[in-house]
């Protein structure tokens, strides 16, 4: 499903036109949260993933990504949301969120996420501090490790 917005840019979830690349050069340089993962990690994470969405520039590069894990009936994680620093401000995060979790197959799920930062981005899409009945484990990765 792709939409054009008026932004002059392309938001949709085809994950054969995702450029690894470019990925794999936010997530390693620039994103806090998983620096760690090495190419390989990304490149599976990318490919075992339920959905990815993604933002293209008039070129058709790749300048924003998203992706989420899901059991497919009921619940989805989101992860690795980013927009290039030089594409910001021109509401693609939003795009991207929306696209994800809203006009496709999980807008009925409950969506989990993890973040230090773009609370303000994410509380407009409802996502909240979790009730009572969620536990956590963590993992022994740590973000900017």
Do not use: C, K, N
Not at 39 to 56: I, K
Not at 108 to 137: M, S
């Amino acid at each position: 499903m792709a939409a054009q917005g008026t932004t002059g840019y392309d938001v949709d979830d085809d994950p054969a036109r995702v450029d690894l690349d470019v990925v794999w050069a936010f997530l390693s340089t620039d994103a806090y949260w998983g620096r760690w993962r090495e190419r390989a990690d990304v490149a599976a994470q990318v490919r075992g993933a339920w959905r990815v969405t993604a933002a293209y520039d008039h070129s058709g590069a790749t300048v924003g990504f998203a992706r989420a894990v899901s059991d497919g009936v009921a619940i989805a994680y989101l992860a690795d949301v980013f927009v290039l620093p030089e594409h910001r401000g021109r509401s693609l995060g939003r795009r991207l969120v929306a696209t994800m979790i809203d006009d496709g197959p999980g807008a009925g799920f409950r969506w989990l996420l993890h973040t230090a930062d773009a609370h303000g981005l994410y509380a407009g899409f409802g996502f909240a501090a979790p009730d009572g009945t969620l536990l956590e484990r963590p993992g022994t990765r740590r973000a900017g490790a």
